[in-house]
């Protein structure tokens, strides 16, 4: 599209996480009138640690953000994963950064979040918001909200999560999909990780039923630390005690059943999990899905915010380079719905030893190569 067509379109977001936060900026920065419309009252971010991989943080280069995320998180060199006895079964460099010349950064959810929002011009922001019916008029859209207010918008991004009302309203009813497990996360002092935090490289040790993820935030001076288990228990926020998590770390290497007994049970968050299954279209002629509203993922490939951003950018990308808004939106369909298709396959998957060589093609665990 032509500058000045841009210049006069006008955009309106529905949700203030990642996803919306990054698609505000992005097509801020191509001169469109953007405004976002969340429905909380306040932001506040929960949860742990991420790691935001190369081409993410080169998106944010491109952005003129970098050194805003930069500030608050600490780059990493690798990944690895372990037994729970922690034996060594993969340990790699994180992908991508020969491409981009970046390394993949590790930064907490909340963090991430003040990062984003902050780096968006004033009263670009709506709170309050709760978005209730849309109506899709062809070349435009309008919202209405819980709180009697209405907009009207050239195009309307959906990033309003796994609970997206813009795909409910307008592109199917995928539900989310209980996974069957647990995921039960805290973030900790350094000096409560019992000699773990030894640099600032992500490590997932593999038990049966089990995955620790241990995430340090060095910066903070933090280590995320995440249990997730299978469980049958599909409560969205379930209730659970100590007990029950150091059920889920018996075998692991004493110092994870360490940690895991030291915890703070009213720090920990406990979430089931839940993905969605894919979406066949994302978009009409003038409203589009990004993030979690298009292909909410399991966490296990750690690609739910990396896939949000990317979306962000490629978007803005589509917009720049097509005729129409209508063209643009099915050509960001085309350039990232096959990728978050496969991103929510593997996430699917379980993590034992014998499914690690699928997830990551070529890297068989040693316990699995043939004896010479």
Not at 110 to 139: N, R, S, T, Y
Not at 171 to 183: I, K, L, T, W, Y
Not at 263 to 282: E, S
Request: one cysteine or more; a negative charge; hydrophobic letters at 40%.
């Amino acid at each position: 599209m032509q500058p000045s067509d841009l210049k006069n379109l006008k955009i309106a977001v529905v949700g203030a996480g990642y996803a919306g936060a990054a698609a505000a900026k992005a097509l801020s920065l191509l001169g469109a009138t953007v405004d976002v419309y969340e429905q909380a009252s306040r932001i506040h971010e929960v949860g742990a640690g991420i790691g935001l991989r190369p081409s993410t943080m080169d998106r944010f280069r491109q952005w003129g953000i970098f050194d805003a995320i930069a500030k608050v998180s600490s780059p990493s060199d690798y990944f690895e994963i372990l037994t729970a006895t922690a034996e060594p079964i993969i340990k790699e460099a994180w992908p991508e950064i020969d491409t981009f010349g970046e390394k993949t950064r590790l930064i907490h959810r909340c963090d991430f979040i003040e990062a984003l929002l902050g780096v968006l011009p004033e009263g670009m922001v709506h709170l309050g918001h709760k978005l209730e019916g849309i109506q899709d008029e062809g070349d435009r859209a309008t919202l209405t909200f819980a709180n009697g207010a209405s907009a009207t918008a050239d195009l309307v991004v959906g990033a309003d999560g796994i609970k997206s009302v813009v795909r409910a309203r307008l592109f199917g009813d995928n539900r989310p999909v209980f996974s069957g497990e647990h995921a039960y996360r805290v973030v900790i002092p350094v000096g409560d990780a019992h000699g773990m935090a030894v640099d600032d490289n992500f490590r997932m040790y593999i038990g049966r039923g089990t995955k620790v993820y241990f995430l340090p935030l060095r910066h903070r001076d933090q280590v995320s630390f995440d249990i997730t288990a299978l469980c049958p228990d599909s409560t969205w926020a379930p209730k659970v005690t100590k007990d029950d998590l150091l059920k889920c770390v018996e075998g692991f290497d004493e110092r994870i059943v360490n940690i895991t007994r030291g915890l703070d049970m009213d720090a920990v968050n406990c979430r089931a999990v839940y993905d969605i299954d894919p979406v066949d279209t994302w978009h009409s002629g003038s409203v589009v899905l990004v993030g979690d509203a298009a292909h909410s993922m399991l966490h296990h490939q750690g690609q739910g915010a990396n896939s949000a951003i990317l979306d962000a950018g490629a978007l803005a990308d589509a917009l720049k380079e097509a005729g129409s808004v209508k063209e643009a939106l099915a050509s960001y369909q085309a350039a990232r719905k096959p990728v978050t298709d496969e991103l929510q396959r593997i996430s699917r998957q379980g993590w034992t030893e014998d499914e690690i060589s699928d997830v990551f093609p070529g890297q068989k665990p040693a316990s699995q190569t043939p004896a010479s």
